[in-house]
């Protein structure tokens, strides 16, 4: 049984950790942009807030996409979807739950070509 718990918040903004996008960083030799952040949040020199609306912008370069994690999320990764197979983007870092039961997973992440699939062992820290 699956507690109520694990889906349940207050709010759907978790912040990436530092030490964590500093890693994904690294893998990629840095980030150009972040579609979904705050002024105060973002882990990108170039980002979009909730009021710039990154799901209505062109993404460029390599991208991290921590989204918010309610009901949106669907929106996020299908955006990422669609931006992947754009020339102006070279990679975008994805970070949801791990919930392999969604329409969204299936639909666009599942066996796609151009997605590699990590998990991270255990949770973060947000």
Not at 7 to 26: A, G, I, L, R, V
Not at 29 to 53: H, I, M, Q, R, V
Request: aromatic share 16%.
């Amino acid at each position: 049984m699956v507690h109520e718990s694990l889906f349940s918040s207050t709010t759907e903004e978790w912040y990436t950790p530092q030490d964590f996008f500093e890693k994904c960083s690294k893998e990629v030799g840095g980030f150009d942009l972040d579609p979904c952040s705050t002024a105060e949040n973002a882990k990108c020199s170039k980002f979009f807030t909730k009021e710039d609306n990154g799901l209505s912008k062109e993404w460029f370069g390599n991208v991290w996409v921590n989204p918010p994690y309610g009901r949106a999320i669907y929106n996020w990764v299908k955006k990422c979807s669609e931006e992947i197979k754009k020339e102006k983007v070279e990679a975008i870092y994805l970070l949801i739950p791990s919930r392999t039961d969604t329409k969204y997973f299936h639909e666009f992440l599942y066996q796609k070509e151009n997605v590699e699939l990590s998990f991270i062992k255990g949770r973060l820290k947000f």
